[in-house]
């Protein structure tokens, strides 16, 4: 162990056994816990669209109604939806309608209703499989770019982590700032989004030319969260990354990503936050 003045807190030795503190401080130290399961009762409402996605316009919340956008304006009636907003900055995500969708308590979560049983969906990697599945879309069949977007998409999902519940955490959130903990994540997001840069330098898109759920998964975090939610695209110097931002302004220049980007976000200027969506006029109305 290095020199405990050192710790931050200064002087901090962790316990032999961790214990829970009343409030861990930070944005979310009242909420988590270290146990899962409903810490209240609360029955999920129900629209009349037979998919209803129980969210927030995080970047994970993003990543769905994109897809769920993108499935409309392709002509995949369908894909048409309620999206009830889920607070998880309330803990909206701790009650029991939700945790018997998603024994996670992370949004988003999606219930489709046309399949006789309802069928329950959580993590955003699986809801935008099921959904490229259920349409037939977004998905290559041809075995190459199949497997491209698999790599890209597990590849995303597996790196949020790091970005949000890392950097993002340790730069927004924390109580106080931990200078190696920053630098620690600051270090492999920048990795990773190297990582995307030298990839788009030969590709149009992740799994190469068409545009697929992998792009979908990936937009939102990387950089979408560093110049969104974190606010830390100065700090990393994301505009360094330039076939990366060709990219993502391709992306963000698409109708469907204008519209699915705003769905379930609850602040930002006007026209750039729609709480619930319920009917395509909802978004029709802010974008004429
Ligand atoms: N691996 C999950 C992660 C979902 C996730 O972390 N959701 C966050 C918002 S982006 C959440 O619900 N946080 C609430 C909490 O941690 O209590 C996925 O991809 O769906």
């Given at each position: 162990m290095n020199d405990r003045d050192d710790n931050q807190p200064a002087g901090y030795v962790p316990p032999r056994v961790w214990t829970q503190k009343n409030n861990h401080g930070g944005a979310f130290g009242s909420s988590n816990r270290p146990v899962s399961g409903a810490t209240f009762e609360r029955t999920l409402p129900v629209g009349e669209h037979p998919l209803q996605l129980y969210s927030q316009g995080t970047p994970n919340g993003q990543k769905v109604t994109i897809m769920l956008e993108e499935l409309l304006a392709a002509g995949?009636?369908?894909?048409?939806y309620d999206a009830w907003l889920i607070d998880i900055f309330k803990g909206d995500q701790f009650g029991s309608g939700f945790t018997a969708v998603n024994p996670n308590s992370k949004i988003p979560a999606l219930v489709d209703r046309s399949t006789g049983d309802i069928t329950q969906v959580f993590e955003s990697g699986s809801i935008l499989v099921y959904l490229a599945e259920k349409f037939g879309?977004?998905?290559?069949?041809e075995h190459r770019a199949r497997t491209e977007t698999f790599n890209w998409l597990m590849w995303q999902v597996g790196t949020a982590p790091f970005v949000g519940g890392g950097l993002g955490h340790f730069y927004a959130y924390a109580p106080f700032k931990i200078e190696y903990a920053i630098d620690r994540y600051a270090m492999e997001v920048k990795r990773q989004l190297h990582v995307l840069d030298t990839h788009l330098a030969r590709h149009e898109f992740l799994a190469g030319d068409q545009y697929t759920i992998a792009d979908m998964a990936v937009w939102p975090w990387q950089p979408g969260s560093l110049y969104g939610?974190?606010?830390?695209h100065e700090f990393l110097n994301v505009e360094e990354y330039g076939h990366l931002l060709r990219w993502y302004r391709a992306i963000a220049a698409r109708p469907a990503v204008a519209r699915g980007r705003?769905?379930?976000?609850?602040?930002?200027?006007?026209?750039?936050?729609?709480?619930?969506?319920?009917?395509?006029t909802d978004l029709d109305a802010m974008f004429p």
């Open positions: 995949h009636c369908g894909a048409e879309a977004f998905l290559p069949t939610v974190y606010n830390t705003i769905v379930n976000r609850t602040a930002g200027a006007p026209g750039e936050f729609l709480r619930e969506r319920h009917n395509a």
